[in-house]
């Protein structure tokens, strides 16, 4: 079989009238730990479906070499499915390679047998270490924090909880080729530290496409960013390190929008001397009435040859820019409203001493959000925090504790879980936009003045909204949800892991935008860099 690589030449896909990835070359051999980014819907999770052969390429080769382990970041749950069920299919994949040596040693010929292929299958039964299957399971289910309870119906465990179960299984298989789509989304920060570990290790080749700037730092070898440069391909960035490859990209974005600008303005120009030329027309070139009326006819020529010659130059001109990728255009936001009258100790938001039973028991405990209030919350999987953000968001009841907010105060909430509005329905976004505002306003929590639109925060454009949300990716979806937080023009926001399933440069301008806001944030978060980004903060861990 050779040894374990990954090659992808000129390769492209298109949906049914879209297409999403265009000329991807890279190569990656053992060892390599290849990072693809890029914007939501650029077509990462596209990417690993190609090189899963789940997906055949509309142009170019894709070709893996090897056997495929894939983690992707939406687990699809069979009915009456348990965590034993997944364990199972592991260690029965891992117990066949070593049944198939037990068979071939038992039979083999050691006068004329190929010892050759029994080596091969030695080695490979050596580097699945197929009698430690059974711990390296049972490490990687109690590392990643997941359920170790056999017994447990998928169906009853989250989004999260499932991904670890079969983030677990996947590693310890110990594939040729491990595909991961945004493995650290639901990991704390111990877990983290153990897929590091493990992807640090791995003998075969690793593809992860990621959010997670710090993990980009510490394992990628290279990162492919599938979001189109100015000449509309992908960039392979070989050098190491996320501030280097940040560097660069910045840099390269600067160019394009200058250039983009500067374009633009020529064309106007241009396009007002022409506009210019041809009313002369009509106007200049006309002698007084009634005399030498045969000169008309000949200036008139001139002035459209010279109309002509403008458009000549003006297309020969022409550089085909596209249009720059979107920014971040994150709202201003106030920090309370002109009529109200607060005192110095008063506070925007504030939960006491919450309870809910078997998730979260803060006893004594005072969350106060003033104005302009920051909060960034932290903690290990399963110590509360969504359940945290709830009781601020107000959409958990408590059993003690009381949960204040000033009247007139508008919340904004982005949860973790991907809700997406309602998608099923097959309504596009803006429609969503529209009943997502008319709920708010029923509940009291939109102000009509006071409404951001959707199209106007450079997370999605128009012919993104104008599609059903299901088909959008998970990424995009994402983005869509935070849109919604920000909707009502919120006084507080309330953000649980809001770089969930974001590019690496929305989270950055997020950050950034999180930090300069007048609104009251309260952040809680897995994410390495930003929460040194945001380490000035009053923190509050679970």
Request: hydrophobic share 45%; net charge negative.
């Amino acid at each position: 079989m050779g040894m374990p690589h990954v090659v992808v030449d000129d390769a492209g896909y298109a949906y049914p009238g879209r297409t999403v990835l265009e000329h991807v070359d890279v190569r990656a051999s053992a060892g390599d730990r290849l990072a693809v980014v890029g914007e939501n819907g650029s077509g990462k999770t596209t990417l690993l479906r190609l090189l899963a052969g789940d997906l055949a390429p509309s142009t170019g080769e894709v070709r893996v070499v090897g056997t495929l382990a894939v983690v992707e970041q939406e687990m699809p749950v069979a009915p009456g499915a348990t965590v034993g069920d997944v364990v199972a299919a592991t260690l029965s994949d891992v117990r066949a390679v070593a049944a198939e040596l037990e068979a071939a040693t038992e039979a083999f010929d050691h006068e004329e047998g190929a010892l050759g292929e029994l080596t091969a299958l030695l080695a490979r039964a050596e580097h699945l270490a197929a009698w430690d299957a059974d711990r390296r399971v049972t490490e990687a289910l109690s590392r990643l924090g997941a359920c170790t309870d056999l017994d447990q119906p998928l169906a009853e465990l989250s989004v999260g909880e499932r991904h670890r179960v079969r983030l677990a299984c996947r590693l310890a298989e110990r594939a040729d080729v491990l595909l991961l789509d945004e493995p650290t989304n639901h990991l704390d920060g111990a877990g983290i530290d153990y897929l590091t570990a493990q992807m640090m290790g791995w003998r075969g080749v690793v593809v992860v496409v990621t959010h997670d700037r710090q993990l980009l730092d510490d394992v990628a070898t290279a990162i492919l960013d599938l979001d189109p440069a100015m000449d509309g391909r992908p960039v392979l960035y070989g050098q190491p390190g996320y501030l280097a490859f940040r560097f660069t990209k910045n840099q390269a974005l600067h160019r394009w929008r200058q250039r983009y600008r500067a374009e633009t303005k020529r064309r106007e120009v241009l396009a007002a001397r022409l506009d210019a030329s041809y009313e002369g027309l009509s106007d200049e070139w006309r002698p007084p009435k009634g005399s030498q009326k045969h000169r008309r006819g000949t200036r008139a020529r001139t002035h459209v040859k010279a109309a002509d010659r403008l458009i000549e130059r003006l297309e020969a001109q022409a550089v085909d820019v596209p249009v720059p990728p979107l920014e971040l255009a994150f709202p201003e936001l106030a920090a309370l409203d002109p009529h109200w009258s607060l005192g110095a100790g008063d506070c925007l938001l504030e939960v006491r001493s919450p309870l809910v039973a078997g998730r979260l028991d803060l006893p004594g405990v005072r969350i106060a959000l003033p104005a302009s209030g920051r909060l960034l919350v932290t903690g290990g999987n399963g110590a509360g925090k969504s359940t945290l953000m709830a009781a601020l968001a107000g959409t958990i009841p408590l059993e003690r504790g009381t949960r204040t907010v000033h009247d007139g105060v508008r919340v904004g909430v982005l949860g973790q879980e991907d809700t997406t509005l309602g998608q099923d329905d097959g309504a596009t976004g803006f429609e969503l936009y529209a009943r997502h505002a008319l709920r708010l306003l029923d509940a009291g929590r939109l102000d009509p003045t006071h409404v951001v639109p959707v199209a106007h925060l450079g997370l999605l454009d128009e012919e993104e909204l104008d599609r059903p949300l299901r088909e959008l990716s998970v990424g995009q979806r994402r983005r869509f949800e935070l849109a919604c937080a920000l909707l009502n023009a919120p006084h507080v926001l309330l953000l649980d892991e809001p770089t969930n399933h974001l590019s690496t440069d929305l989270v950055d301008e997020l950050t950034l935008a999180l930090v300069r806001t007048p609104a009251a944030v309260v952040v809680a978060t897995h994410d390495r860099r930003m929460r040194d980004d945001l380490a000035t903060w009053p923190a509050l861990e679970l």
